[in-house]
């Protein structure tokens, strides 16, 4: 099994930034795409980023420009930079990813419990 924690969270200032971190641990074989979702109160869960396991990102309009993911291959960890917060970005962010514990397995999904993200003056 593969377990997600996500760190980094908390109360920031708008334009104001704050960098999360998401720490996969367990036995891993492989990860393959790594994202970042939120969701804020009262909304759908919505998609920010994806990171493939070569770098390749990609990002929501709402956040392009923004908000930076990378990822740590040898830590098994996914960063999320987030600059020029707005309040409209205040929500819980969780960590995705698809990883595999053995060669042969299929790669599952997985997810993490979130970190709070507040944008306020």
């Known amino acids: 099994q593969v377990q997600l924690v996500e760190s980094g969270g908390g109360l920031v200032q708008p334009g104001g930034s704050l960098r999360l971190s998401c720490a996969a641990s367990?036995?891993?074989?492989?990860?393959?795409?790594m994202n970042w979702y939120r969701q804020a109160p009262g909304k759908e869960r919505e998609w920010v980023a994806t990171i493939t396991s070569g770098g390749t990102t990609n990002y929501a309009e709402s956040v392009k420009g923004r908000f930076t993911i990378s990822r740590d291959n040898a830590k098994n960890t996914a960063y999320l930079q987030m600059n020029s917060l707005k309040p409209e970005d205040t929500a819980d962010y969780y960590c995705?990813?698809?990883?595999?514990?053995?060669?042969?397995?299929?790669?599952?999904?997985?997810w993490g419990k979130g970190t709070l993200v507040t944008v306020s003056a």
């Open positions: 367990g036995r891993i074989f492989s990860i393959n795409v």
């Open positions: 995705n990813a698809q990883a595999r514990s053995w060669a042969t397995n299929p790669y599952g999904n997985y």
